[in-house]
């Protein structure tokens, strides 16, 4: 097991009815809070006049901001940046999903940095202060609302690039599993890829003696299948939709990495899907995880084959371990497509004339190889994009 420090600050609220705790959590982090969500669906159902309310109640004075779009760009980071320096916000209360929370994450980030907040999402700076940021989470996927990650789609040149710093975890996350009941199918269906990826990027690893991390790792992924198998049928069974919840935090808020070295190269792949696409990005990495997979098992078939048993209930073959671990990728491409994933690049209208460029942007300059549990070259990164055709 490798040495690690492990820090998770946010302070989670659970259950039903949670988010009318909203504005006295707020105001115990600021006098003046940003507001920030996505598109019509806060409103439609009425979470935002709930919130809202809570503020009002609670004395809380705020602005708001919306428009937040799937893969959030730099460009309404920017006008929340400037919104909140020249009101004196000193708190954002994201309301939404991760590509809210993460647009609220960046705005944090820009507040009191004296440069371009996307030095941060280059690698030319480290953040050393921001805004505290609290969540009302709605959709159970990217983790965001405990994670120390943030992701920015830059819209010239359709870059998107990540920074991960502890400062970025929120302070806390609301958690009401009822506020999930209306999500559309594929909505849900791509969360619940994305939390099983964020475990798998970590539970893939060439790191020995690290029992009680994949244990965690397993029982989260059959818990999911499990949970998200039940949701397809009954979009309102609150304990289905709590365990899925629950499990998206967890899958990405460090607890299942920790003591070993995780890999985050099929992220990175399936980040220029979704940037020059704007593919949903669970979506995307329905397509791209198993594509993936097919092409690194063979450096660890022993780490697959246990992937097999121990989440998708393969029975070991003693004879050829290998064709274990190609029947535990077969298993999980057959997940996706029961839960009405793409698990091909043709289903996402992805042309095959891109390939070249998505592997080049994927594989940045001065970068090195990407991943751990294999590195890939450019080479590489092409390879399992026509793997994903």
């Known amino acids: 097991m490798e040495n690690f420090e492990f820090y998770s600050p946010t302070r989670i609220i659970f259950g039903r009815g949670t988010e009318e705790k909203a504005g006295e959590l707020a105001r115990e982090y600021g006098k003046k809070v940003l507001l920030h969500y996505g598109g019509g669906s806060i409103k439609k159902y009425g979470l935002y006049d709930r919130v809202v309310q809570s503020l009002r109640e609670a004395g809380v004075d705020f602005m708001e901001l919306g428009g937040v779009k799937p893969n959030p760009r730099l460009g309404l980071v920017q006008e929340g940046i400037r919104i909140c320096r020249e009101n004196n916000i000193d708190f954002i209360l994201a309301v939404g999903g991760g590509s809210v929370i993460d647009s609220a994450k960046a705005i944090s980030l820009g507040v009191p940095y004296q440069g371009d907040v996307w030095d941060f999402f280059m690698g030319k ?5 921001n805004l505290p940021v609290g969540v009302v989470l709605t959709i159970p996927a990217a983790g965001s609302e405990a994670s120390n990650s943030v992701v920015i789609t830059k819209e010239e040149g359709l870059l998107k690039r990540s920074c991960n710093n502890d400062i970025n975890r929120p302070v806390f996350a ?10 559309p199918p594929y909505q849900t269906a791509s969360g619940i890829v994305d939390m099983m990826a964020h475990i798998m990027e970590r539970y893939f690893t060439h790191q020995t003696d690290v029992g009680l991390t994949d244990g965690l790792c397993e029982s989260l992924l059959k818990a999911i299948i499990k949970n998200a198998l039940i949701v397809m049928e009954e979009p309102e069974n609150y304990n289905a939709r709590a365990e899925l919840m629950w499990a998206g ?10 003591g070993r070295i995780g890999d985050w190269a099929s992220h990175a792949i399936e980040h220029e899907l979704s940037a020059l696409y704007d593919v949903a990005h669970g979506a995307g990495l329905a397509v791209v995880f198993p594509a993936w997979m097919l092409y690194v098992y063979k450096h660890n078939i022993n780490r697959f084959a246990q992937f097999a048993v121990n989440v998708f209930n393969v029975d070991y073959d003693y004879a050829s371990p290998e064709k274990t671990a190609l029947e535990g990728i077969r298993q999980l491409k057959k997940f996706f497509q029961r839960i009405g994933m793409p698990t091909s690049l043709k289903e996402l209208n992805i042309p095959t004339d891109s390939l070249e460029e998505m592997a080049r942007k994927c594989k940045r300059p001065n970068q090195g190889k990407l991943g751990y549990f294999l590195p890939l070259t450019e080479e590489d990164i092409l390879a399992i994009y026509r793997l994903c055709l």
């Open 249 to 258: 935090t967890l899958a990405h808020n460090g607890i299942v990495g920790t």
């Open 125 to 129: 700076a480290l953040p050393e202060k």
């Open 174 to 183: 609301i958690m009401n599993p009822e506020i999930s009941f209306t999500l």
